[in-house]
């Protein structure tokens, strides 16, 4: 029943193997005594004697039988329990009794664990050849890695020689960081940094309130004019009040005379004149208003994308190796605009509906406190069943969008593969996957449907418990004299202008909710410093003469752990006018080292020089702008071909442009184009070919003279024929330059001065191409074999 | 007439042709012949083009063999005698036709195809184009206009235009 991955039966038991430190400075030590439950507590108790420590007590979810339950593996620093409080542990030969099995640390001669197929296993040997086994998820693997580490430290302490096997290449395990929040727990959303509950909303509003300042007199104004405009919003109802109270239906106070006529009169046409004036008043102001705001919101918009994306310009590398280029675009794109979004709308509106809430209430629970109560009192309702709907809406619009897409897909696959279907005649198959998506789709929104059906009628029905009401308990006071006509009216027309925002009132914590997501993310990036940056006392590099250096060079991602380093030991020593060669297989360090070069990383160990001045303490753009670098796949902005070259020196004059293109064989096809130099290229522009927008980029590289040249893997990508007029550019962009050339096809190096072999970030092998050719077993041997044998291409060899 | 033993070039650099020796005289439509002054050999048909037509056209001409073999530049055609630059301009003139456009008078739309009644520097004239990915800018403030017919237009930039014109325009960008 032995499981035994391939590889790694026991070593020897006289391996002298150094035992590695448990933990590492770097790494948090992850906690392997836990608590135990008293049943399993007692078994301890009966197995150990007092005087002895806890080392680890650890619980796994998987049983020996190989399904969920509870097992523990227990260690003191004399022996080892594996308790199996439900069942007998697996090869019970030394169990004293059911469900517990003991070894004495002194006996174990191997600890070792495994990673299968969605479980884990430690692995755990005796000096007799037996084996214990115990098996966990994999939410436990860091424990248990852990766990080994620990007891493998305590079989060294009671086994005076120390002699314990060990497999010579199991790779120290590394705990995979859990994207889990730091503070509290909880697992971290897709997609995101930080975690959603844990962010201080308040300092994030906060922050982004600041973004107003600048247009204080400006939101002031748009301010001032709301507050203007939802006073006039309430004056209407109010006039019309006025209007039947005072004219068409006139409240005489007791002792008082019925007005004339002419004094109706009178009134009626003050009121109408008040009203022309109000309305003409609003709709200045309504102007004003959407202009001020449409201005502030626009500028606000500007200044926030205008500050990402300049800070973005400004990020190192690192920045966007963590990230895909997505959430970067959606960043600068959607977050901004849920920004802009909640400062120039949402903020405006929720205080001034809070406003209006409010002076509706005030006047009405003025005039008639019990009519108040009862009127206003099925908002409340009103607030849940939006809640309601809003929370039973939302997954099934999430829903509705992801039907969408799969219908999409299932669209693109069965167009873009028409030759296919065709071919295999499954049109039947395509129209059955078409239908059971578009069923789906047609599910879906009859579950909208169904919410729609009863929450917009369930609204209408609470919000008519309120005309009721007034009709209710407001007619027969008004029949008693105790409320006047007017009023009733009134009543109606603020219950309508109160129930009107609930349903956004209900939506507004989520709105914050998703302002400060957005908002934190943007502000991550803002806070984020270029990890690359010049130094304070950083000095201009003079023009390179193209003496660089590599000392003892090692470079780590910042992704990756402590110990593993995708270069290691790296020194070379270029002259100026060299070509060095960078060979090895993918993976191996190859552009890593290039990019080394151009410091879009820093060293993590050692030092590169050029000239004797270490770059690190040059300014990055006197370096950056004495490199020119051609990369695989050419990159072309849309523009013309002309601003394409001049890319790197816009001031380029015309005639140097063509002396560039012409250096890079990229002149002849284009004069042939119709507007020349004036083509236009990039995405709405002609389609080049690879090898033609290769030359164009080789075209930019020469006229920006740089003196230090990188081409990496710049003829992969073309045709034998095209590689030729491409080689032949790129040897006189060589000429008196250093450069630094990567190739897959090797032959594209034969020339080189010095070919340097990377192996799994190390320098494997060192020479010209015909010293390294000559080395038995030798990688860029085999390299250039496999080469020849492919191509049947006799070049390299000679 | 075989290129080797014309004018030979250094086969990467560019090659300025000096003005004083460039001898043109009209050839076949589309073509002109060269000689060099100095240069005994016989004289070589050659076909001229803009390298730059929108940004540059009165510069750089270059001037290309029957098999598109670069044979030299022509920096600038004023700077030739007076004779070879009269035969090199009317010939641009006549195989370059992108009229410059300086008046929109009207633009109207149905159904997404856009009538275009504009005044050029080559008469009035009116035209369709469909969509709006047929006009657009290129190098820098230019506007091309491409009609259904595959006719072009150019507009100079926006600010060449009258504010009646651009505003017209303006729209379609």
Redesign the interface.
């Known amino acids: 029943m032995l499981l035994r991955p391939k590889g790694s039966d026991p070593a020897p038991a006289d391996s002298t193997e150094p035992v590695p430190e448990p933990t590492d400075a770097e790494t948090p030590a992850i906690p392997v005594v836990e608590s135990l439950p008293s049943d399993v507590e007692r078994i301890v108790q009966e197995h150990t004697d007092p005087g002895e420590t806890t080392q680890v007590a650890l619980h796994s979810d998987i049983t020996p039988e190989g399904s969920y339950g509870d097992q523990w593996l227990i260690a003191t620093d004399q022996r080892l329990l594996i308790v199996n409080p439900d069942g007998t542990t697996d090869g019970a030969q030394d169990t004293s009794d059911s469900g517990v099995l003991e070894l004495p640390l002194d006996q174990i001669s191997l600890l070792e664990t495994h990673e299968f197929h969605g479980l884990g296993m430690l692995e755990i040997g005796t000096d007799a050849g037996e084996t214990q086994e115990v098996q966990f998820s994999r939410s436990l693997v860091d424990k248990f890695a852990e766990a080994r580490a620990v007891l493998e430290e305590a079989v060294k302490n009671v086994k005076p020689d120390g002699k314990l096997a060990e497999d010579e290449d199991e790779p120290r395990h590394r705990p995979v960081p859990k994207p889990r929040c730091a503070e509290c727990g909880r697992v971290l959303p897709p997609g995101a940094d930080r975690c959603p509950a844990c962010i201080k909303k308040g300092q994030l509003l906060v922050r982004v309130v600041q973004y107003v300042k600048p247009y204080w007199h400006l939101s002031l104004i748009s301010f001032l004019l709301s507050i203007g405009l939802t006073l006039l919003e309430l004056a209407p109802p109010y006039l019309f009040k006025t209007l039947i109270d005072r004219s068409l239906v006139p409240v005489v106070p007791p002792g008082g005379t019925f007005p004339t006529m002419a004094a109706r009169y009178g009134v009626l046409w003050e009121l109408v004149a008040i009203l022309v004036v109000i309305y003409i008043v609003r709709a200045v102001m309504t102007g004003g208003r959407t202009l001020s705001l449409g201005w502030l919101s626009n500028r606000i918009m500007f200044d926030v994308r205008t500050e990402v994306f300049e800070h973005l310009q400004r990020l190192s590398l690192g920045f966007y190796d963590k990230r895909t280029m997505g959430s970067i675009m959606s960043r600068v794109n959607n977050d901004t605009g849920v920004i802009n979004g909640f400062v120039a709308n949402t903020m405006p509106d929720f205080l001034l509906t809070v406003l209006r809430l409010f002076l509706i209430g005030v006047i009405l629970f003025r005039m008639n406190f019990t009519l108040a109560a009862l009127v206003l009192l099925p908002s409340v309702p009103m607030w849940w069943m939006a809640r309601w709907f809003r929370s039973s809406i939302r997954p099934i619009w999430r829903k509705y969008w992801q039907q969408q897409s799969r219908i999409s897909t299932v669209l693109a696959s069965s167009i873009s593969g028409v030759r296919v279907v065709k071919g295999f005649a499954q049109e039947q198959r395509e129209n059955r996957r078409f239908r059971s998506r578009m069923h789906d789709f047609l599910r879906i929104n009859m579950r909208t449907v169904r919410i729609r059906m009863i929450y917009f009628p369930a609204v209408a029905l609470v919000s008519a418990i309120g005309s009721i009401i007034i009709w209710v308990v407001g007619a027969p006071q008004v029949l008693k004299g105790i409320l006047s006509l007017g009023e009733l009216t009134l009543f109606t027309n603020y219950m309508w202008q109160f129930y009107a925002p609930i349903g956004m009132l209900a939506e507004i914590d989520n709105t914050i909710q998703q302002t400060a997501t957005a908002a934190e993310r943007v502000f991550e990036m803002l806070d984020t410093e270029p990890e690359v940056r010049d130094q304070s006392d950083a000095v201009e590099l003079p023009r390179i003469v193209g003496h660089i250096k590599f000392e003892n060079v090692s470079f780590r991602y910042e992704t990756q752990e402590p110990g593993e380093y995708v270069l290691e030991d790296i020194n070379l020593d270029a002259q100026p006018g060299q070509l060095i060669g960078l060979v090895g297989h993918s993976g191996s360090g190859k552009s890593t080292l290039v990019n080394l070069l151009q410091r879009f990383y820093d060293v993590t160990g050692g030092a590169i020089t050029i000239d004797g001045l270490d770059i690190r303490d040059v300014k990055l753009k006197s370096l950056r702008q004495q490199t020119g670098i051609v990369l695989q796949e050419s990159f072309l902005f849309s523009?013309?071909i002309?601003?394409n070259i001049a890319y790197g020196r816009p001031d380029a004059s015309?005639?140097e442009i063509?002396?560039a293109a012409?250096?890079a064989?990229a002149?002849?096809f284009?004069?042939?184009f119709?507007?020349?130099?004036?083509t236009?290229v990039g995405e709405?522009g002609v389609r080049l070919s690879g090898g033609e927008k290769q030359r164009i980029s080789i075209a930019r590289a020469i006229l920006n003279n740089p003196r230090l040249m990188i081409l990496d893997e710049a003829t992969s990508a073309v045709d034998t024929e095209t590689e030729q007029l491409i080689q032949?550019?790129l040897d006189?962009v060589m000429k008196d330059r250093t450069v630094f050339a990567i190739a897959h096809r090797l032959s594209t190096l034969r020339n080189a001065s010095m070919l340097i072999v990377l192996d799994k970030g190390r320098i494997a092998e060192v020479g010209t191409h015909d010293e390294l050719v000559t080395r038995e077993d030798g990688i860029y041997r085999k390299l250039v074999e496999i080469q020849t044998d492919l191509s049947n291409n006799v070049v390299l060899t000679e | 007439m075989t290129p080797e033993t014309r004018v030979a070039p250094k086969p990467?650099?560019?090659e300025?042709l000096d003005p004083e020796a460039v001898r043109l005289v009209k050839a076949k439509p589309g073509w002109l012949s060269l000689t060099l002054e100095g240069d005994e050999l016989e004289p070589l048909l050659v076909k001229p083009?803009?390298?730059?037509?929108?940004?540059?056209p009165e510069?750089?001409i270059?001037l290309?063999d029957e098999e598109?073999?670069?044979v030299g530049?022509v920096?600038d055609p004023r700077t030739l005698e007076s004779k070879s630059r009269r035969v090199l301009r009317s010939l641009l003139e006549r195989t370059y036709f992108l009229p410059i456009v300086e008046k929109i008078h009207k633009i109207t739309e149905d159904f997404g195809v856009y009538r275009w009644e504009v005044g050029t520097n080559k008469g009035d004239r009116t035209f369709e184009v469909r969509g709006r990915?047929d006009v657009?800018f290129?190098?820098?403030g230019?506007v091309l206009v491409r009609d259904i017919d595959g006719n072009r237009y150019h507009i100079l930039s926006l600010n060449s235009l009258d504010a009646e014109s651009r505003l017209l325009l303006d729209l379609l960008l």
């Open positions: 523009g013309t002309a601003e015309r005639e063509m002396a012409k250096a064989n002149h002849r284009i004069v042939r119709t507007d020349g130099y004036d236009e709405r032949e550019a006189r | 990467n650099q560019l300025l083009v803009r390298t730059f037509p929108l940004t540059d510069h750089y270059s290309l598109e073999n670069e530049v920096a990915d657009r290129v190098a820098n230019h």
